[in-house]
């Protein structure tokens, strides 16, 4: 099994690891399936003797050394112990970590449990920066941990385990609302033949809005089951009307992740290319490079691109979409992005690594490696449509703030994104995969400061221009007469956003100004990865 995941882009290097689960409404971190409340961690504890940083060994020399307990360790490295996997832990954070000098001082027996991957993803949370965004949310929501094999599963293949849809949730003062956001086009709920919109009522005969623990424990077994085959009882609330009860067994299913791509005849004579790009994962690619090259034979002029359910993924994904966005004129010796690492690892900062160009040719990742380099296809636009919200994340926000560096006009339809400019290699150890914050990126005109998301018409330097409208789950995506695509088309024509009134109507309680709907989804799919290229 690799060891260092890298996920930066030198043709060489591996992709890695991770499942799908939900996390909390108020809280709680991806590789933690929680609803209502976040998952209870020990606070730290400041040891009577704290371990000095100097002190620390390098992680190589402890590194596999793996308690008898973890089942993700391989048989043969399980001769060594819990706590030599958090001083590891310990160890690896204080050589990658970008906050490294913000660790706090953590009591490492403070973190035992018969679990013992239970306690290392405590350890793990525990190590992270207290630090907080000017609006006062954690600055580091993102550091994660997960099983590596789950993790190479999904990154490499799109598959993950479930029912071949995607939640989105909303939180009002009196209840909870499950609604289904998109379906993958094969898979049990696609076969079932749930649709966009259609809100869950109950399952197992736990109602969506449960409040107890027992209750939400239930819940979120059957929402995020942990084999193939499971089979639960779902009664939906459909978005046409009535209800439908069904049962939906778990499998394995292959995401879709540029699920649609159309174009439109505008009312003023021009060619709108639309397309839905939900993953950056690597199957994504050749997807992406398809769309591209039909919008080039069809001559689209301007392109609404809808990211709003896309949290990111690879980087170099989103490095050439932007160039096949834009095209070669702009983007030709221009950095897509600039990263910077801890002040421990200012090579690594002034390195040709750190330096994520708009990527013109292919790759068509296999493996370990890229199969094809080849042109890519561009359509020279100097104007792109963003759909968002707060589902729209890291390597999305990378394409918004990638374009912006090289003077394409971006206009954000929707919500605030999620604030994201941060990004990770990560590394396993004794079969679990760590993925703490390593980097911060910034454009070709050295922006990256919007970890508290991009804004819609918004103000100051993470303001975009463009209109603030509410996610429309009473449409179809790809329906012209759906409120965020309705809202880009109208705009390209008149430059005016909708009127307030009808930006909301057709959203549910809850989702007022556009970013109160939160998709929750496994860390591959929430992050900003580098893979060697």
Known sequence: MMQDMACAFSRSGSAFALSLVLTACGGGEAGTPV??????????????????????????????????????????????????????????????????????????????????????????????????????????QFSFSYPTQEWEQLSRGGVSLGYGLEWTQTISASARRLRIAYVEPVGPAAQAGLQRGDELISVDGVSASVGDAAGV?????????????????????????????????SAASVKQP????????????????????NDHIAPAEAQLIEAVEFFRQQGVSDLVLDL???????????????????????????????????????????????RTPFYNTSCLLVGDNCTSERPLPSLGLKRVYVLSQAGTCSASEAIINGLRGVDVEVVLIGGRSCGKPYGFAGKSNCGISYFPMEFVGVNAKGFGDYADGFVPA????????????????????????????AAALVHRISGQCPPRSLAHAQSAPGAADGSAWELRRSPLRSNRFLLPR
């Open 217 to 249: 424990n239930r819940l979120n077994a059957a929402l995020y089951p942990a084999a193939a085959g499971e089979a639960h009882g779902f009664v939906f609330q459909r978005n046409s009307g009535g209800q439908l009860s069904v049962t939906l067994s």
């Open 258 to 277: 540029v699920l649609m791509r159309q174009v439109f005849a505008a009312t003023d004579g021009r060619q709108v290319g639309h397309m839905v790009f």
């Open 35 to 140: 609803f209502g409340q976040a998952a209870q961690r020990p606070d730290p504890v400041q040891p009577a003797q704290p371990v000095q940083p100097d002190a620390l060994p390098a992680s190589t020399t402890v590194a596999q050394q793996c308690s008898p307990d973890n089942p993700h360790a391989d048989a043969a490295n399980r001769g060594g112990s819990l706590s030599r996997e958090k001083l590891w832990l310990r160890a690896y954070f204080d050589e990658a970590y970008l906050w490294r000098e913000q660790v706090p001082y953590v009591n490492a027996d403070a973190y035992v449990s018969s679990d013992v991957p239970a306690a290392l993803n405590a350890y793990f949370h525990a190590l992270k920066t207290p630090q907080v965004t000017p609006s006062g949310a954690r600055r580091d």
């Open 458 to 485: 918004g103000s100051g330097g993470n303001g975009v221009p463009g209109c603030q409208v509410a996610d429309d789950l009473q449409h179809a995506l790809g329906d012209p007469q759906e409120a965020m695509l």
């Open 308 to 354: 709003r359910y896309n949290g990111g993924g690879f980087l170099y994904l989103a490095s050439q979409l932007a160039y096949m966005i834009a095209g070669p004129a702009p983007t030709e010796g221009k950095v897509f992005e600039q990263l910077s690492f801890n002040n421990r690892r200012q090579a690594d900062t002034q390195s040709a690594r750190a």
